[in-house]
C-alpha cells in the first residue's frame, strides 16, 4: 500500500474545502489542534499516575487489631465524573465563541 501522493493530498483537500467552506477550516482545524492537545496531557497524566506507585516503596508494619466498628449508616457522596477530553474540548470552544461576540460587540460599541 503507498503512501499519500500529492495529488490524493490536494483531491482530499479540494473535498474538505467544499464540505467544511473555506472560513470553517482553520477553525475545525484549530478544535483538532485543541482536542489533540488534551488528549495528549491526559495521556501524560495517566502515565504520570501509573509510574508513581512503582517508583515508590512504603513498608507496612503490623498493627494491632482494631475493635470492631459500629455500624454508622452515612449517605455516599455522589461521584463526580471528569469530563473527557471531547467534553472539556467541546466547553473551551463554546467559551472562546462567547468570548469572540463578546469582543465583536464591544467592538461595534
Known amino acids: 500500500m503507498a503512501g499519500l501522493g500529492t495529488t490524493e493530498l490536494i483531491i482530499i483537500g479540494v473535498i474538505l474545502v467544499l464540505l467544511f467552506g473555506a472560513k470553517k477550516l482553520p477553525e475545525a482545524a484549530r478544535g483538532i489542534g485543541r482536542s489533540l492537545r488534551i488528549f495528549k496531557a491526559e495521556t501524560a497524566k495517566l502515565r504520570d499516575d501509573d509510574e508513581a506507585p512503582a517508583a515508590t516503596a512504603t513498608v507496612v508494619q ?5 475493635a470492631p ?3 454508622i449508616v452515612a449517605p455516599a457522596p455522589a461521584p463526580v465524573a471528569e469530563p ?3 467534553e472539556q ?9 462567547k468570548l469572540r461576540a463578546q469582543a465583536s460587540a464591544n467592538k461595534q460599541q
Open 62 to 66: 503490623p498493627q494491632p487489631q482494631p
Open 69 to 71: 466498628p459500629q455500624q
Open 84 to 86: 473527557s477530553a471531547e
Open 89 to 97: 474540548a467541546r466547553m473551551l470552544e463554546e467559551q472562546a465563541a
